[in-house]
């Protein structure tokens, strides 16, 4: 639950990214301040008319009430306009600026933060939240400039027309502040809350889109149903009840005012009868008190959209506060044979019961095929983890060509390896972006790659070729397809390692076939790293070596493994 403390410090970060815009707010300032000087002569106007514009010869030509009238409306609106018009394009600007720093830290990241962070809440924090706190904030500020410095003006001129009855309006100032201030308090809880709330329901359909598959084959429409309707009847008690509180302010407001209108009627009425006043006072105060009164009743209302927004911004700072990946290498390797060892590693993740690599000794030799293979969770994804620079061991040392990887940077380290991974993620691209992922796109390459994918004959019959989209995720493809695609990406990286960890789990036998056709050509050229459950996948690798509860038991070639008579030989022979 946010304090108010918590909404101050929030508010100092949310104007670092205004800041820029200083100058476009400065105009906003000025046109807004050439419109308020125009209020206080619509009362003066008045006052100008009764006193000498009722009399049969009067001081001043009757046409010239409407061109004033009209003319000041007429400026008003010029500088209204000009205004609200500057201060959405600081907006625009300052939305961009907070969508840049946010995806900025998301990509920047630490590997934990994308173990938590739901995929539907990233999208909120970057895309909606900046733009609906500015747009609260914006309009929150539009009525501050738009009705405040008006009101001011207006005060003054009642000060100057009759000091009196202005103290005495002011005299309920301190109770409606009080009143505004209870209410504002309850719309900070209430606002957290309806915040929370909708961040849940994000993420339940961020569950159903991703797992539809899933859904739908567990029959359980009914259960996320149900799942969604309790996620949904949260938002809308919150909401309601959020709602309800921004709706105590104007009556509480306009009732504490009118206890101190009747007041000022009372005085001003005793005034006149005693002719301390004129019937031009009377009006051109009645009419200034209530222009102020209007201006007070929107103002009054401010306090409610910038706590909204203030609370939503917790979202937003609380992605921008999330640790960064560390990155303390300072060596970049241009480039690498490809030799790996892993000596004495130890790796265990947080809340685990037992580690997930126990002291493990490990050699992947340059220009060699290594495969790891074992049951799922012997540890064989988490040897990859650390190669990658995902997560740091809590013992030992990784070396790449004698190097300590942590004592190279993470983006020299990473440009050495091309991977394909058991969970295949394509984009929103064509074919041929999705392959040529951040790098140059060159034709040849992307038709070596797309036929050592056997995939080439496939992309030739699409209608747009190699610019056809995929659609997110490769929700056009079939799953082989897919996985077909993302070993096409790693073969046009120019990387003297390959990782493929599950890569042609999706494949049939005869694709399966000829991805490893085209890989063979590479053995002693690349180092190829395989990690496998279908043992067919592994027979033509340098080495194999079998892991079990974060350590490696056996190693060698496959005809020697299955002499040897091991788990390897046992795990052959359960798969046949």
């Known amino acids: 639950m946010s ?270 009868r005693q002719d301390a006043a004129t019937v031009g006072d009377f009006v051109a105060f009645i009419t200034a008190l209530l222009l102020l009164m209007s201006r007070v009743r929107h103002l009054s209302e401010v306090a409610q959209p910038i706590t909204n927004a203030l609370v939503m911004s917790r979202g937003c700072l609380e992605l921008l506060d999330e640790p960064a990946e560390a990155d303390r290498g300072h060596e970049v390797l241009q480039s690498c044979q490809g030799d790996l060892q892993l000596r004495q590693v130890t790796l265990h993740y947080p809340g685990a019961a037992q580690a997930a690599l126990r002291q493990l000794d490990l050699h992947i030799a340059a220009g060699k095929t290594t495969a790891l293979v074992g049951a799922s969770g012997a540890g064989k994804s988490s040897v990859i983890h650390l190669l990658l620079g995902f997560a740091e061991p809590d013992a030992g040392q990784i070396l790449l060509d004698g190097h300590d990887i942590n004592a190279l940077t993470r983006a020299s380290l990473r440009k050495q390896f091309a991977v394909v991974s058991q969970d295949i993620v394509l984009f929103d691209a064509s074919v041929a972006d999705n392959i040529a992922y951040a790098q140059p796109r060159d034709t040849a390459r992307l038709e070596q790659a797309l036929r050592a994918a056997h995939l080439w004959d496939f992309v030739q019959s699409l209608p747009e070729g190699l610019d056809t989209l995929v659609g997110a995720n490769g929700s056009k493809l079939s799953g082989g397809q897919r996985q077909r695609l993302a070993i096409a990406r790693a073969l046009y990286k120019e990387a003297p390692i390959w990782v493929f960890d599950e890569a042609t789990s999706a494949l049939d036998t005869e694709s399966e076939r000829a991805v490893q056709q085209a890989l063979e050509q590479w053995q002693g050229k690349k180092t190829l790293i395989l990690i496998a459950h279908r043992l067919s996948t592994v027979r033509q690798a340098d080495c194999i070596h079998v892991m079990r509860e974060g350590q490696v038991i056996e190693s060698g070639r496959h005809a020697e493994l299955l002499a040897a008579g091991g788990t390897y030989a046992g795990m052959v022979q359960v798969q046949h």
């Open 3 to 272: 304090s108010s403390p918590d909404l101050r410090q929030n508010a100092r970060r949310l104007m670092v990214f205004a800041r820029p815009q200083r100058n476009g707010l400065i105009l906003t300032l000025l046109a807004y301040l050439a419109a308020g000087v125009t209020e206080p002569l619509v009362p003066q106007l008045l006052k100008t008319v009764m006193d000498s514009g009722f009399k049969s010869a009067g001081s001043f030509p009757i046409w010239w009430v409407p061109v004033i009238l009209i003319g000041l409306f007429a400026i008003r609106g010029f500088f209204s306009f000009l205004g609200q018009y500057l201060l959405n394009w600081a907006i625009a600007r300052t939305v961009l600026r907070m969508r840049s720093a946010l995806l900025e830290a998301l990509l920047k990241a630490d590997a934990k933060v994308y173990t938590s962070l739901q995929p539907g809440t990233a999208v909120t924090k970057i895309v909606n939240d900046p733009q609906q706190i500015m747009n609260l904030l914006g309009g929150s500020l539009i009525t501050l400039l738009r009705d405040g410095l008006p009101a001011l003006f207006v005060l003054g001129y009642l000060f100057q027309l009759n000091w009196q009855l202005t103290l005495l309006s002011l005299a309920i100032t301190p109770l409606m502040a009080y009143a505004v201030k209870r209410v504002n308090n309850r719309v900070r809880r209430m606002g957290s809350w309806a915040y929370d709330a909708q961040l849940r329901m994000v993420n339940a359909v961020d569950d159903i889109t991703r797992a539809w598959r899933v859904v739908r084959s567990f029959d359980a429409a009914d259960h996320e149903r149900a799942r969604f309707g309790e996620r949904s009847l949260e938002v809308q008690r919150s909401t309601l009840k959020a709602a309800a509180a921004n709706a105590m302010t104007q009556p509480l407001s306009q009732l504490i005012a009118s206890v101190g209108l009747s007041l000022i009627l009372c005085l001003a009425l005793l005034q006149a």
